[in-house]
C-alpha cells in the first residue's frame, strides 16, 4: 500500500494535529519521495520511515515538534539540508542503511542545534579513515555516534532517551500513538 493512503486510512476519526507518532514503514513511497505527510501534523514528535525506497527527503513538510526521525533502509545519498530547514528540534536522527559516502554529505547536519545522536550503520561513509573523529568534529552537538560517545561508551536507555521521550510524560491516550505498519 503507498504511503498516502496508508496515512489517510489510518487517520480515522483523528485529525492530523492530534497525531504524536507516525509508523510508516515498509510502505511504498511514489517516486522515492514523501507523499501524504502535510505541515498539519503539527505536534508529530516521531516519524518513522523505514525502508520506505526514499531516494529523497526534499518534500517533507515543516514539522516543528518532531525530535526522531527513523530513515534506515531507504535510498538517500544527500539533500540533508532539509532537515535543518523543516526539523528544527530534532534529537534523534536514524539514517543508517543508505546511501552516503561521505562527511561533506553530512556537513547540512551542523545546523541541527538540538541533534545528540545520529545513526549511520551500513552507510558507506563509515569506511573512511577516522570517521568516528571527524563526525564528533564536524558535529560537536552530537552526543552518541551509532550508540557510543566519544569515549566509546555505551548510551544507556535513559542516558539516550532512545525513543526521544521521557517516560513519565507518556500519556496513556490512544489517540498520541498512530503506529501505521505494513
Do not use: W
Amino acid at each position: 500500500m503507498d504511503m498516502k493512503k496508508r496515512i489517510h486510512l489510518e487517520l480515522r476519526n483523528l485529525t492530523p494535529p492530534d497525531v504524536k507518532e507516525l509508523v510508516l514503514d515498509n510502505c511504498r513511497s511514489t517516486g522515492g519521495e514523501i507523499e501524504g505527510l502535510t505541515e498539519e501534523f503539527v505536534n508529530l514528535e516521531l516519524l518513522s520511515l523505514i525502508n520506505v525506497g526514499l531516494f529523497s527527503v526534499s518534500n517533507l513538510p515543516k514539522l516543528p515538534k518532531l525530535k526522531k526521525l527513523e530513515l534506515s533502509e531507504n535510498r538517500i545519498s544527500g539533500g540533508l539540508d532539509v532537515l535543518a530547514e523543516k526539523l528544527p528540534n530534532l534529537t534523534h536522527l536514524n539514517l543508517s542503511g543508505n546511501k552516503l559516502k561521505d562527511i561533506d554529505t553530512l556537513e547540512p547536519l551542523k545546523k541541527l542545534d538540538s541533534l545528540k545522536s545520529l545513526d549511520l550503520f551500513n552507510c558507506e561513509v563509515t569506511n573512511l579513515n577516522d570517521y568516528r573523529e571527524c563526525v564528533f568534529t564536524l558535529l560537536p552537538q552530537l552526543t552518541y555516534l551509532d550508540g557510543f560517545d566519544q569515549e566509546d561508551k555505551e548510551a544507556s536507555d535513559s542516558d539516550a532517551e532512545v525513543d526521544g521521550f521521557d517516560e513519565d510524560d507518556e500519556e496513556d491516550d490512544n489517540n498520541d500513538l498512530l503506529a501505521i505498519q505494513y
